[in-house]
């Protein structure tokens, strides 16, 4: 007996395959004039600067010090040491641009938003459109207008939340290549996941619950073209057991024995036939799940350590927008 499709759009949604981010399209830079390369595609990245923040702002975990060094953080919470902080952030940046060959743009830190360098946050982005997500937290929500001003330069097409009941954190969507999936979590209500449906018609778009504190992609994420990597709590196992009952297409799976490990980029190089890139935690970072990594055979695994950052909050993906457009000239 088929399974029956569950998608939270008001419409039939047709599931097409796409071959994202491999498109052999040129692509603009973030903010930059149009570039030529003899690739036929790269992979436009988006970086917030890391700086102190303010004394009065609390962290994406839910109070104490973010991103600012040697204060006590309250709430549990250690203090980060902003240093060490901003040396993880360059790595990060200068893995993008010299081993994976992206074009790279980096907005300055602003001290009056301190979760800024969360710019995954921000927004949802699918070929040429970007959704300008609606965050939980609404001391985090002037974070979009500089992301907004650097897509809008892109050329992009520019959706917007205008629905105030909904909530939308963008590492709460995992796009797989094929489809959307969205955590319905403390910091994403079903409102929200309508609109990534409505925006995003091409596309089935199915909602997950996610538990605690979590967002869909600190609990799983995409190891490959076909393969979903999850960590090994049970709400990271509840999350991916819903994928699989919601899915029309196979995916393998690979569980992790943390699930900050889950939280990885997988990106297609632009030459025809390269072998695609995982970039995932290491330097250091939850050795276990490196080691469990390396059964990814079909991928060029990247390891980028980000042990401060996660003290503010910080995932993998959520420090990056990584994005490929066709130019608009």
């Known amino acids: 007996m088929p399974r029956s499709r569950q998608t939270i759009a008001?419409?039939?949604?047709?599931?097409?395959?796409?071959?994202?981010?491999?498109?052999?399209?040129?692509?603009?830079?973030?903010?930059?004039?149009?570039?030529k390369t003899q690739t036929p595609i790269f992979i436009n990245s988006l970086l917030w600067g890391v700086g102190p923040r303010p004394k009065s702002q609390g962290c994406r975990s839910g109070g104490g010090c973010c991103l600012a060094s040697g204060e006590g953080a309250g709430a549990g919470l250690p203090a980060l040491d902003l240093a060490k902080a901003q040396r993880e952030h360059g790595v990060l940046g200068g893995k993008l641009r010299q081993r994976l060959g992206l074009q790279l743009l980096e907005l300055p830190p602003e001290e009056s938003l301190p979760l800024g360098p969360l710019l995954g946050d921000t927004a949802v982005i699918q070929g040429d459109t970007a959704l300008i997500t609606r965050?939980?937290?609404?001391?985090?929500?002037?974070?979009?207008?500089?992301?907004?001003?650097?897509?809008?330069?892109?050329?992009?097409?520019i959706v917007e939340m205008g629905d105030e009941n909904a909530t939308l954190d963008g590492t709460d969507v995992l796009f797989t290549g094929r489809e959307f999936f969205v955590g319905l979590s403390k910091w994403t209500n079903h409102r929200g996941a309508?609109?990534?449906?409505?925006?995003?018609?091409?596309?089935a778009v199915s909602t997950v619950p996610v538990s605690g504190s979590s967002h869909l992609r600190g609990l799983c994420g995409m190891g490959g073209p076909r393969t979903v990597v999850a960590g090994s709590s049970e709400a990271a196992q509840k999350a991916v057991r819903a994928m699989a009952a919601l899915t029309d297409h196979p995916y393998a799976s690979l569980t992790l024995p943390d699930d900050a490990a889950s939280d990885c980029l997988f990106l297609r190089p632009g030459l025809p036939g390269a072998t695609p890139f995982l970039l995932h935690r290491g330097g250091g970072d939850l050795p276990n799940s490196q080691e469990a990594l390396q059964k990814l055979s079909d991928v060029t695994l990247v390891p980028v350590s980000c042990s401060e950052l996660e003290k503010a909050g910080a995932g993998l993906s959520?420090?990056?927008?990584?994005?490929?457009?066709?130019?608009h000239c």
């Open 135 to 157: 965050p939980w937290s609404p001391a985090r929500r002037p974070e979009v207008d500089g992301v907004r001003k650097a897509l809008q330069d892109l050329g992009l097409r």
């Open 10 to 35: 008001p419409r039939p949604i047709a599931v097409r395959e796409l071959a994202y981010p491999g498109n052999p399209s040129k692509a603009r830079a973030i903010g930059l004039s149009s570039l």
């Open 318 to 327: 959520s420090l990056c927008l990584v994005l490929s457009t066709r130019p």
């Open 194 to 203: 309508e609109i990534v449906a409505d925006t995003f018609r091409d596309f």
